[in-house]
């Protein structure tokens, strides 16, 4: 039995168990291998206590694994269920525990306790691993998501978790999106039992069905309504619905959607709202590491809730501007614009305006612009390409509320420490202003009519900053060169992407060339060092670019040296990397104590170590030998 996985989202995965010959899609159903419950014809997979010839691929489970075993459980593929006391010494313990994993070579079954279950999978490598009394854990949401992102971070990536008895339509989104890969349907078995009739987002009683809205196999057959379904007509709809739910998150994972899905599937629930919130607040590591750092160029995050502005991507975005990020030193005035549509900023004809507006000043290259927006905060004009600044959508009512202004105020604050003016200047609405002010200096206020790009306030931009600009004739200001300005824009991407030592190493000596936003690096012997593609956002280096910064041992992967490298580098090869890399990085590739040459993560580091199946990165440039 082993796992391959083909995709992933965030925590969740997609791919295949191998069961003997056969494969079973993931995440899935397991359904009971018994004719009393009638299995469907879209069955991928089977549990049962006993074997079986008639239902394939099957998972046998004895019927209690807590205790010794019978001559027909031990055909089972779960063994006994050891728990090894705390009290006993430790030699005593570590023979236990060798034993146990000698006895159970392809599924555990964990207690709900996690200091049993984190005892229990020391140095086990088993491909799956089964909660007991998982639905009592998931009635408490904050033990729940800490128990499964405190278990995922000790299992293998490649490991397989299965939790009974707790997926519903409503619920499977959320299950998948934490981590867990494998249900059973015991939960429609009981809703068909207690007359409730599963809905993609609620369980409902059939009597309360005003007009049944399903167009399953099973209502649209027949002119009955639910309240008159039989046992089996109520438990097959409700198969379909779970099987109808089941590929929809399927579909999300591999289009990087299911975060968007279950911030839709929760609303129904304080539960699943919860859970979600707990995830985000408690578990950011967990969530983050599993997060890529650029996405295809046609996805939009789409920011329509709170729990929007709480995503691991956007925390890691606010997180980078105020560690990793410092604005060019020949900036000293602050202008805070509103942000835009349309995506980058830049791109916008009221960013364009702005930009004019500012041309028409008497230095505008001393003039910093950073975009005040909700969810991300603040957004440095040299970063607007990253995602998700590049990519987001957010509903606009033209009113700002509590939560958005303490946010940005929180942002400001920290990167007004961070980043010294000599003034401040507001192009926003003074309502939100008066909130989100924390600096002692004075601010300047150039929006008239509470229109951003009118004429009027346009003319009052270039006014005010030409009058501070006038006022500052004695600190010697001088206005940057466009390419000066270019190399300090790309200097920050690779701030951001790299860190500051990385980056002020690859762009020393450097050149930049070609038009906003097709920048390229090139050293001074013109050797293309890396390039910003518009798709990405992010610093794509050459081989040469990696070779400059190679010997600083960040972002790199180490592989074995016992083969040749002809295409993607795969997870079985990998040696070590570093555990910062997220999906989506850069990297610098070492074959042992060599440099070999840069490509594109397509796993985070410690996944890259921990799998055993799958490309680990996408080569893009060998080094010339």
């Excluded at 990998?574 to 993560?601: C, H, K, M, W, Y």
Aim: aromatic share 8%; hydrophobic share 35%; charged share 20%.
């Amino acid at each position: 039995m082993n796992f391959q996985c083909i995709a992933t989202d965030g925590p969740s995965q997609t791919g295949f168990l191998q069961i003997k010959n056969e494969k079973v899609k993931t995440p899935g159903f397991l359904f009971p291998a018994e004719e009393s419950y009638h299995p469907p014809s879209f069955a991928e997979c089977f549990i049962s206590s006993s074997t079986t010839k008639k239902y394939s691929p099957l998972i046998t489970v004895g019927k209690n694994i807590f205790f010794k075993q019978n001559q027909q459980d031990q055909k089972t593929d779960i063994n006994n269920h050891l728990v090894i006391p705390d009290a006993l010494p430790e030699s005593v313990k570590d023979y236990l525990q060798q034993f146990d994993r000698q006895q159970n070579k392809n599924i555990i079954m964990l207690s709900s306790d996690p200091t049993i279950a984190s005892q229990r999978i020391k140095t086990n490598e088993s491909a799956l691993f089964i909660i007991s009394n998982a639905t009592q854990l998931f009635d408490n949401p904050k033990k729940f998501i800490t128990y499964i992102a405190s278990l995922r971070e000790q299992i293998n990536y490649d490991a397989l978790l299965y939790t009974p008895s707790i997926a519903t339509p409503e619920t499977l989104g959320i299950l998948t999106y934490i981590g867990c890969d494998l249900f059973d349907v015991t939960s429609a078995i009981i809703a068909a039992r207690n007359q409730q009739f599963f809905l993609p987002q609620t369980i409902i009683e059939t009597k309360k069905i005003v007009e049944n809205p399903c167009h399953c196999p099973v209502c649209s057959q027949t002119k009955k309504h639910p309240s008159n379904f039989s046992f089996d007509q109520l438990l097959h709809h409700n198969y379909f619905m779970l099987h109808q739910e089941l590929q929809i998150v399927r579909n999300a994972i591999k289009n990087n959607q299911l975060r968007d899905l279950i911030e839709q599937r929760i609303r129904f629930s304080p539960q699943l709202v919860t859970l979600l919130r707990h995830l985000d607040e408690s578990e950011y590591d967990y969530v983050e590491k599993r997060t890529p750092v650029s996405m295809p160029e046609s996805y939009i995050l789409n920011a329509t809730s709170r729990e929007s502005g709480n995503r691991a991507e956007i925390k890691r975005f606010q997180h980078r501007v105020n560690s990793r990020y410092q604005k060019p030193k020949e900036k000293k005035i602050l202008l805070l614009l509103p942000c835009s549509a349309r995506k980058p900023y830049s791109f916008s004809k009221s960013h364009q305006r702005f930009q004019r507006a500012i041309s028409k000043t008497k230095l505008p290259g001393v003039i910093h612009e950073v975009i005040v927006t909700s969810p991300l905060g603040l957004v440095p004009r040299e970063l607007e390409l990253t995602y998700p600044a590049s990519s987001y959508d957010i509903s606009v009512t033209g009113k700002w509320y509590e939560d958005e202004k303490l946010m940005i105020q929180q942002q400001l604050t920290t990167f007004l420490s961070n980043n010294t003016y000599d003034a401040i200047v507001s192009h926003l609405p003074k309502t939100l202003v008066q909130q989100i002010k924390t600096s002692e200096k004075p601010w300047h206020f150039s929006l008239t009519d509470n229109k951003a790009t009118s004429k009027k306030s346009l003319q009052s931009l270039t006014a005010i900053l030409n009058q501070i600009l006038d006022r500052k004739q004695d600190q010697d200001y001088t206005s940057p060169s466009k390419s000066h300005q270019k190399k300090q824009q790309v200097h920050e991407i690779a701030a951001y992407q790299f860190g500051r030592t990385l980056a002020t190493t690859l762009l020393k000596n450097s050149i930049v060339k070609g038009k906003y936003p097709y920048l390229k690096i090139f050293n001074e012997n013109n050797q293309q060092l890396g390039m910003i593609p518009d798709q990405r956002g992010l610093i794509s280096l050459t081989a040469e670019g990696g070779n400059k910064i190679s010997h600083l041992s960040k972002y790199t992967v180490t592989i074995d040296t016992g083969f040749t490298v002809k295409g993607s580098i795969l997870s079985p090869g990998v040696i070590t990397a570093d555990p910062s890399i997220r999906r989506g990085d850069d990297v610098l590739v070492n074959q042992g104590e060599n440099f070999l040459g840069v490509g594109v993560a397509t796993m985070n580091g410690s996944e890259m170590k921990k799998r055993s199946y799958g490309e680990a990165v996408n080569m893009r440039h060998k080094i010339k030998q």
